[in-house]
C-alpha cells in the first residue's frame, strides 16, 4: 500500500510492509535462484520462499529502522512464529518506530511471554510506543490498557496519534468500541483522523461506517487512501462495484489503481493482474515514484496469489540495484508460495 510521506506504504505513522532495504547484501540472497517453472516448479517454490524469507529475516535486523520495523510486520503475515526472537528482541531497541512496530506484532500473536515488556512500555515518553504497548497489552489480557488506547484518540494533540490510536482500537475487535469511536467522532475536527475513525468502525463490523468508507473512494485523495486499505483488510463484497470502478478508471492516479486491485484480490477477484504485471516494471520521472507504483504492484501480485507472477517477482527480489522493490518483491513471493 502507498504511504504519502516518510517512504513507508500508508497514510498513517504505522509501519506497513516493507519498502525499503539495506543496499548490498540483501540481493545475494536471491541471486542464482532458478526461475520457478517447468517440472520441478514445486521444489523451485520451496527454495525461493526459503530465499526470499531468508532476505525479509535480515531486513528485521537492518540499522535502518524503517527497514526493520516494515520488515517485522511483512514477517508477522508470512511467518509468525519463527519470527517471534526477532519481534521480541526488537522490542529493545533504541528506535522508537521498530518498537512500536514490535508491540504491534506481539500483539496479533498474543504473545504472553512479552506481557512485563508492555507493561514497561506503556509508559514510554514516544506516544506511538505507548499506544502500541496499549494494543499489545490489552491483546495479552490487561483490559485496563485500552484506556491509554481511548485517551489518546480523544487527547492527543497529534494528528497521527489520534489516526494510529483509532486504527489500533479498530484492530482490537471489540465491537462495543465503536459507540466510544462515535463519540470522538464527533469531537475530531481533523479529516484525516475522522476517516481513520471511520475505518476503524467498519472494520468492527459497523454497517453505516462500512457504506462510508464505500464512499470514501471517491473521495479526496487521502481519505481514498485510508478507504483502500481498510478494505483491503476487512474486504467486503459490497465494495466490489466501487473497487471495479477505480481499477477500470484510465485517468486514476496509477497507485490506487494498484490499491484497488489489490483489495479486490482479498474479494477473489483477479481483474488487476495484468495491471499488476505491467507496473511491476514501470519507470517514472522520480526514481521514488517509480520505487512506490513497483511496489505496490508488487503487493498487489503477493495478494492475488498468481503463480504467474513469480519470474517477474523472483527477477526484482534478485536485483540490489533497488532494494524497496527488492524487498517488496520477497514478501510477494511469500505470499505466493505460502
Not at 8 to 13: A, I, P, W
Not at 15 to 40: D, K
Not at 82 to 96: D, M
Request: charged share 25%; hydrophobic share 45%; proline share 4%.
Amino acid at each position: 500500500m502507498i504511504r504519502t510521506s516518510d517512504k513507508l506504504l500508508r497514510v498513517s505513522h504505522r509501519p506497513v510492509f516493507v519498502v525499503l532495504a539495506a543496499a548490498g547484501a540483501l540481493g545475494l540472497l536471491l541471486t542464482g535462484c532458478r526461475s520457478p517453472a517447468g517440472p520441478s516448479l514445486s521444489t523451485d517454490r520451496v527454495q525461493l520462499r526459503n530465499r526470499s524469507l531468508a532476505l525479509l529475516q535480515r531486513a528485521a535486523d537492518s540499522p535502518l529502522p524503517v527497514v526493520r520495523a516494515n520488515a517485522i510486520e511483512a514477517l508477522v503475515d508470512v511467518a509468525p512464529r519463527q519470527s517471534l526472537p526477532l519481534f521480541r528482541g526488537s522490542l529493545q531497541s533504541a528506535n522508537p518506530l521498530v518498537r512500536y512496530a514490535a508491540c504491534v506484532a506481539l500483539g496479533d500473536l498474543r504473545d504472553r511471554a512479552s506481557l512485563d515488556a508492555f507493561r514497561r512500555l506503556v509508559s514510554s515518553a514516544d506516544h506511538h510506543v505507548r499506544i502500541g504497548a496499549a494494543y499489545a497489552a490489552y491483546r495479552c489480557g490487561l483490559p485496563g490498557a485500552a484506556r491509554i488506547l481511548v485517551d489518546a484518540l480523544n487527547n492527543d494533540p497529534d494528528e497521527k496519534i489520534r489516526a494510529d490510536a483509532a486504527f489500533l482500537i479498530g484492530k482490537l475487535g471489540e465491537k462495543k468500541a465503536v459507540k466510544r469511536l462515535r463519540l470522538a467522532m464527533r469531537r475530531e475536527k481533523s479529516t484525516y483522523v475522522q476517516a481513520h475513525i471511520v475505518a476503524a468502525m467498519a472494520t468492527l463490523g459497523d454497517d453505516e461506517s462500512l457504506d462510508a468508507l464505500v464512499y470514501y473512494t471517491q473521495s479526496d485523495i487521502t481519505s481514498r487512501i485510508i478507504a483502500l486499505q481498510t478494505l483491503d483488510r476487512i474486504a467486503p463484497a459490497r465494495a466490489r462495484g466501487a473497487l471495479l470502478r477505480l481499477l477500470n478508471d484510465d485517468q486514476a492516479y496509477i497507485q490506487i489503481r494498484l490499491l484497488a486491485a489489490r483489495a479486490l484480490a482479498r474479494l477473489g477477484d483477479r481483474s488487476g493482474l495484468e495491471l499488476c504485471l505491467r507496473h511491476l516494471t514501470h519507470k517514472a520521472d522520480k526514481p521514488e515514484e517509480t520505487m512506490q507504483i513497483r511496489v505496490n504492484a508488487a503487493l498487489g501480485l503477493g495478494a492475488m496469489g498468481s503463480a504467474k507472477a513469480l519470474p517477474a517477482l523472483e527477477k526484482l527480489a534478485g536485483d540490489q540495484s533497488d532494494p524497496q522493490v527488492q524487498v517488496a518483491a520477497a514478501y510477494a513471493i511469500c505470499q505466493i508460495c505460502r
